[in-house]
T-cell receptor, first 111, second 115 residues
């Protein structure tokens, strides 16, 4: 199975600022997905980017994928206190239909 | 759409008892369900994958006799923690997927505390 590794592990910003978190993985993928987890809750699917895509947008979220560097980034623009959560990337591919998750980035947005 | 529920959300039990956690897909048929375990401030650890009507596939290091998984219908999977011990205390999360769909939908999780 594959595993994404998020960086940084923790990020603390002020409301209104942009938050960028990165994900690196090791082998070829079919797609990469980002999830959000609020404290003590399940995961919410945010966005899926396929291996043949370089950038994708959804509202205030922007995801990039660089398959040559085996990395992805998630940018949250104009952050809000409600964006405070842990963010995980999950990779899918290499013949496996079971995505595996990295350790996540813990984002705190101060009001 | 694509809602997954878990029950119970919280359970406290005595050491030695068994606990059953239910995972239901409310508005779609979940051909595959996944069970994860998560410790505080850590990632999700996949415990097992279950396909409807088949035996679950357990990840290495997960005791199948300890964590019994049943996926008898397309909308329900259960995880039974048998003879629970304090070290089994954790946050258990299920997710569900339909067919070869790339997105899986997560339940809200069940927090288990074994005293």
């Amino acid at each position: 199975s594959q595993q994404g590794e998020e960086d940084p592990q923790a990020l603390s910003i002020q409301e209104g600022e942009n938050a960028t978190m990165n994900c690196s993985y090791k082998t070829s993928i079919n797609n990469l997905q980002w999830y959000r987890q609020n404290s003590g809750r399940g995961l919410v699917h945010l966005i899926l980017i396929r291996s043949n895509e370089r950038e994708k947008h959804s509202g205030r979220l922007r995801v990039t994928l660089d398959t040559s560097k085996k990395s992805s980034s998630l940018l949250i623009t104009a952050s809000r206190a409600a964006d405070t959560a842990s963010y995980f990337c999950a990779t899918w591919g290499g013949g496996s239909y079971i995505p595996t998750f990295g350790r996540g980035t813990s984002l705190i947005v101060h009001p | 759409g694509a809602v997954v529920s878990q029950h119970p959300s919280w359970v406290i039990c005595k050491s030695g008892t068994s606990v059953k956690i239910e995972c239901r897909s409310l508005d779609f048929q979940a051909t595959t369900m996944f069970w994860y375990r998560q410790f505080p401030k850590q990632s999700l650890m996949l415990m097992a994958t279950s396909n409807e009507g088949s035996k679950a596939t357990y990840e290495q290091g997960v005791e199948k006799d300890k964590f019994l998984i049943n996926h008898a219908s397309l909308t329900l999977s259960t995880l039974t923690v048998t003879s629970a011990h304090p070290e089994d205390s954790s946050f258990y999360i299920c997710s569900a997927r339909s067919g070869r769909q790339e997105t899986q939908y997560f339940g809200p999780g069940t927090r288990l505390l074994v005293l």
